[in-house]
């Protein structure tokens, strides 16, 4: 999100510092893998529009690079119409793309297995496919903006800079770090999944819960069945979540393998500093039955196993956080800050919303769902 902001601040010749707490491209935020969905389907109108409006910032962005950003293969959802998760619930999803005029077909479970490679499927289940849905190489998207950002003018990349203070004289933010302090008029925060590390330095943090998710690589053992993204929505069974995603195979991720994880996880850390590079090994089997139990043409024993680290807001659809800092931060409007949620798919589009609400004070995009609200709390000590 970093990358991309200042990326779009140098389109508009905005001098522009990037402080990074690693090293670029590394595997310790939600940034790690190189592999997210694109997908226009969400229960929420809104959200469906955003993607929309998300495309062109794509197809710009892939001027840039020869490498192909979007693998179109279309996204799945499919599971019981009853269940309502994180994700949204599949009717909802079908309103929300006939009010956006989205094209998807929809299918009932016969139809799901012999289209798509899924077995034994409850007989009530149905699914839509969206054919837009896509695989991003997200990779490819990171070294992109990072290329960008190197041969821009406007932009200077610090990486290992983790923020240690922030402070405020008149107008000026004075920013510091270990190689340095760093004086601006305005900040744009996107610290991922570390969000409050930084925002305590304006005496602010947020009501967030953070989710080290699990996921997993199965050897295809059929090399012609592709599967396309997709969503499985089930009602928990036992004590773990019930509802799992998967992506086709891809020649940047693993070629050979497929990835599936859980969109659940067993317990939800609440300190950035509980997390680790090892999945939760319960999260594991569950996934490798429900793959061995409804998926064909893999190997279901998990050759490769990984975890990526998300702050995620409290709400019911864990939404995003879009704003500027709460008005008790002095010269608040010019702090801008993104946290949480599932926002692989907006990357290209982020950067400029959050470049427009830094430079302008608004954004002609509709972000009225993403304000902080009551996800603060200011009793930092
Ligand atoms: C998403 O597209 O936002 C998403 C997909 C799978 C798991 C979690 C989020």
Redesign the pocket.
Known sequence: MGLSTAYHLAKRKTKTLVLERFAFLNQTGSSAGVS????IP?PESYMVKMVLEAVPFWHELQTHTSAQLLDTVGTLWFGDPKVKS??GNIGEAEIALKANNVAFTTLDAKQIEQQYHFRNLPKNFTGLFQADGASIDLRATLETLLKCNQESSHVTLKENSPVTGITQSKKLFEVSTAHGTYVSEKLVLVPGPYVDEVTRFLKFGTDVIYWN?TSMYFKKKDPKIQYP?W?VFQNPAGPSGN?F?GFPEVPWDRPGYIRV?P?FVMKPLNDPAQRTSIPNQDEVRYTCDWVKDHMSGLDPNPYFESTCFVALSQDQNKELIIDFAPASVPNHKNVVIYAT?????FVPFLGKILSDLVLDGKTPYDISHFRLGNKIFTSIP
Request: charged content about 30%; proline content about 0%.
């Open positions: 997210r969905q694109f997908r969400y994180s994700e998710m993204t969503f509802e995603y994880a969109d949620g599932w926002a692989g798919k």
